[in-house]
């Protein structure tokens, strides 16, 4: 019996077929990445936003003046706000907490601003499973016309600290 040493040259030239593997899963890494415009415009998914800068404490300012204003009851010390069918509608995300509690006319359009006081959030509106992300510094407006009545969940479904789990808000469709 013959001991042999192990090999010393662990890299080898490329096979045809691993050639080939690699060329399919580069040219399929491509097309989805092309795809990603093209699903923008003829998609029927993604929502075409307008997206602002904004100073954290200046959007604090207008979520806080848009709750005081239409503020109709308050959930476990959220305020339950009800802006009437056409109004500008803020929606603050913060650490764990959606803020405030929106109730909303069906049939009635809403230009609703998305966004975060401190880091990272994603507005998941369950169970249509819409989402949007809530990006400190950014606000985002959404043209929103909701149709079925009912009560809607909003869940965070980006990763955000200990409290992630616990981050859910409620939208009311009347
Ligand atoms: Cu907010 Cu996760």
Not at 35 to 63: C, S
Not at 77 to 84: D, F, K, L, N, Y
Not at 89 to 106: E, G, N
Not at 136 to 141: A, L, N, S
Request: hydrophobic share 45%; proline share 8%.
């Amino acid at each position: 019996m013959v001991i042999h040493p192990p090999e010393r040259i662990w890299w080898k030239p490329m096979s045809g077929q691993e050639r080939l593997y690699i060329a399919a899963a580069v040219l399929f890494a491509l097309i989805t990445f092309a795809l990603m415009p093209v699903w923008h415009f003829i998609g029927n998914q993604n929502p075409t936003m307008q997206t602002f800068r904004v100073e954290k404490a200046a959007y604090i300012d207008k979520v806080m003046a848009f709750a005081n204003q239409y503020k109709v009851a308050e959930e476990a010390g959220v305020p339950v706000v009800a802006p009437p069918p056409g109004a500008d509608v803020y929606v603050l995300a913060r650490a764990f907490q959606w803020y405030p509690i929106l109730k909303l006319k069906a049939g009635q359009t809403y230009k609703v601003h998305v966004s975060s006081s401190d880091v990272q959030h994603g507005l998941s509106l369950q169970p249509m499973n819409m989402n949007f992300m809530a990006i400190p510094g950014y606000e985002y407006i959404l043209y929103l016309t909701p149709t079925q009545p009912g009560q809607y969940g909003i869940v965070c479904n980006e990763f955000c600290g200990l409290g992630h789990h616990l981050m859910s808000g409620k939208l009311i469709v009347e």
